[in-house]
């Protein structure tokens, strides 16, 4: 029996399904570019977040502390990344069970995995919490810092970790809102997580007494603070909502055991993956602190903060892509579904591409901005930024092909083949190397593309496969 609103004969001969609420009228261009319109913004204000932390950083020590606080800083990106794994899983199982539940109209079954989603993010930030005040200091052994850049970096992941359960919640209770296609909420309430990040930071660091001078420390519990007020905000945003959507109701927010199961069984392969390419991206991590290169991980985290650049529209576009494909095969329309995907590709493609050039261009006064004055930084990252525009493309396709296919529920076939091409690249080819000091910063850089397009290649002709449009959720 079909849901209200849905043609099932319309699905089977292939035409256009009519989404509900403000989508509906809308062309596929238009939906697009209405739902990654917010998430775009959003993005724009944590890369300027990023760009803040790593200015204050950059500019409140000079010299030696210099190199050993951005040292400390590239490992905290990383520990930042931890600290999104299994609050990411749980947001993309929310994602994925909330938009189909909007397209075939189950009003009830999207207000419980808003409800669900927001206990269980907040119960994955604590385990990462835990994770990391026990684990910390062993991870920063692990890594291999000079001994100045590890008491900065003990320092500023200490704080960091308190990031967790608030964050946690607010990833679930956004991933849930994208997914019913308001990308509005979300935004306003990272608008205030951005703001307030900035806002505290700059006092903590260079503010007057009592508030200034907590160097490191500073920072983070800037980015801490601001994620509290982002998780208030889309709390009260929501309880005062009255129009259609999504809300809190007292039988969504009370334990629902087939909910949880049904976001755990998307969310864990999801958990998986991303644990696995966070440890091994720290096996390279540990490889580039290694290098003979002084400041070379300083210089590698600066290239990821500007690459970053190319990630705001990118990223915006998958969010879009990722909650129209779950609407659509909610309503029932898997040719609808697959228009999306290949839509949103290209798009990404075009706007990442132009990212590269650009990279290319302004190389030496984007660094310039990030560590002024700082002659090695900027002979170790410029090179950096010519082989990441070469990789924009495949970046834009693995982000688009992976984002729609676990939006769709079918994070077991992405955990699967992301890590065969990483394992081989990312650990046997750059540990090899690197054993026998063959490799600089700019070949592993190197090695990372070269990863880039074996996925490519990979989830290229998984898409066109078309088993991703069969996955449940």
């Known amino acids: 029996m079909s849901k209200p609103g849905i043609s099932v004969e319309a699905s089977e001969r292939g035409e ?5 609420g403000k989508l509906g009228g809308m062309s596929l261009r238009k ?54 794994i299994f609050q990411g899983a749980v ?33 994955a930030g604590l385990v990462a919490f835990f994770a990391l005040e026990y684990g910390g200091i062993h991870l920063i052994q692990w890594m291999g810092l000079t001994p100045a850049a590890a008491v900065e970096a003990k320092t500023y992941i200490g704080m960091l970790a308190w990031t967790g359960p608030v964050a946690g ?22 608008l205030v997580v951005n703001v307030v990040n900035m806002a505290c930071s700059v006092l903590l660091v260079f503010g007057p007494e009592p508030f200034g001078g907590m160097g490191v420390k500073g920072i983070a519990l800037g980015t801490v603070i601001g994620w509290a007020a982002g998780l208030v905000t889309v709390v009260v945003m929501l309880a005062l909502k009255k129009r259609e959507g999504l809300k809190w109701t007292r039988r969504g927010l009370a334990f629902h055991g087939e909910t949880v199961m049904r976001i755990w069984r998307v969310g864990v392969p999801q958990a998986f993956e991303i644990a696995g390419m966070w440890t091994i991206h720290s096996f390279g991590i540990r490889v580039i602190s290694g290098l003979a290169e002084e400041g070379a991980l300083g210089a590698h985290f600066i290239a990821i903060r500007l690459e970053s650049m190319s990630f705001l529209p990118g990223f915006a576009i998958a969010a879009a892509a990722s909650a129209l494909t779950g609407q659509y095969l909610g309503a029932g329309s898997k040719e609808m579904a697959v228009k999306v995907v290949r839509f949103c590709w290209k798009f990404a493609v075009i706007l990442m591409g132009v990212m590269g050039v650009f990279f290319v261009v302004a190389r030496e006064w984007l660094i310039g901005v990030m560590a002024p004055g700082s002659v ?7 090179p950096l930024l010519v082989v990441c525009a070469f990789t924009q493309p495949l970046f834009a396709t693995c982000m688009i092909l992976k984002t729609t296919m676990r939006g769709a529920g079918a994070t077991k076939m992405v955990m699967r083949a ?56």
């Open 16 to 20: 256009e399904i009519r989404l509900g």
């Open 31 to 84: 939906q697009v570019l209405t739902l990654a319109m917010w998430p775009l913004m959003e993005q724009v204000l944590a890369f300027f977040v990023g760009m803040t932390d790593i200015f204050i950083a950059g500019h409140m020590v000079e010299g030696a502390e210099r190199v050993a606080v951005l040292d400390a800083m590239g490992l905290g990106g990383y520990v930042g990344w931890f600290i999104n």
């Open 91 to 123: 947001a993309t199982g929310v994602m994925a069970l909330v938009s189909r539940a909007t397209g075939a109209r189950d009003e009830p079954l999207a207000n419980r995995g808003l409800g669900q989603g927001l206990w269980l993010g907040t119960a």
């Open 169 to 190: 919640g607010m990833f679930a209770v956004n991933a849930a809102l994208r997914g019913s296609g308001d990308t509005r909420t979300p935004f306003m309430a990272m």
């Open 376 to 382: 090695v930084h900027l002979d170790l990252a410029a």
């Open 418 to 473: 992301a890590f065969g091409s990483m394992l081989f690249s990312r650990v046997l080819v750059l540990g090899v190397l690197a054993h026998f000091g063959w490799i600089s910063l700019t070949g592993v850089w190197i090695v990372f593309g070269f990863d880039l397009l074996t996925q490519v290649i990979i989830f290229i002709r998984l898409h066109f496969r078309g088993k991703w449009l069969d996955a449940k959720v």
